[in-house]
């Protein structure tokens, strides 16, 4: 039977053998379909946790605190594909460029509503019933995106680690952060 002392030994061993490769992984540049997806998956969490405010007739501060908190990342993230990944889908997706097309007027529709979430108040009248139509408008959005949008352009010869690194640093200058996106 090993000792302790062997016991350690072997797992610091283990575990320096795994260093390498984790930091290899750090190192990584972040693939932009990734961090997109990574997106929405914490806007719908935040929705959720939303909805659940409402229904046990939550505390309004704490409602609009995740109201903000959802409108400032839908901001950043809307700004970050428009400005970078959208462009760069345009060039690849030159026969499909209206899926492109649906995704600007999808966001647009978005923000005036966020503009509106941003203005208003749990107290406002229609304040949850905006929130809820937002999420569903981003529902709509993401399964667009990560069903139609995002195949076609992962299989196209576009450098998704060089947008990923720039739509990383463009949310992190919009959020005023630390550009890590891992």
Known sequence: MPSNATKTSAKATKSAA????????RNAKPDAID???????EVKSLFKAYDKLVKADGDA????AIALQ??????AHATAEEEIF????????????DLVDEADVE?????ELIAQIEAGSPHDDHYDAKVKVLGEYIDHHVKEEEGE?????RKSDVDLEALGEAIAERKAQLLGQDADPH
Request: glycine share 2%.
């Open 18 to 25: 795994k260093k390498p490769a984790a930091s290899a992984k």
């Open 35 to 41: 961090l997109l997806i990574n997106d929405h998956r």
């Open 61 to 64: 501060g704490e409602k609009q």
């Open 70 to 75: 959802i409108c400032v990342m839908l901001t």
């Open 86 to 97: 959208y462009p760069a889908a345009r060039e690849v997706l030159a026969d499909d460029e």
């Open 107 to 111: 966001h647009a529709s978005a923000k």
């Open 149 to 153: 949008m995002f195949p076609k352009v």
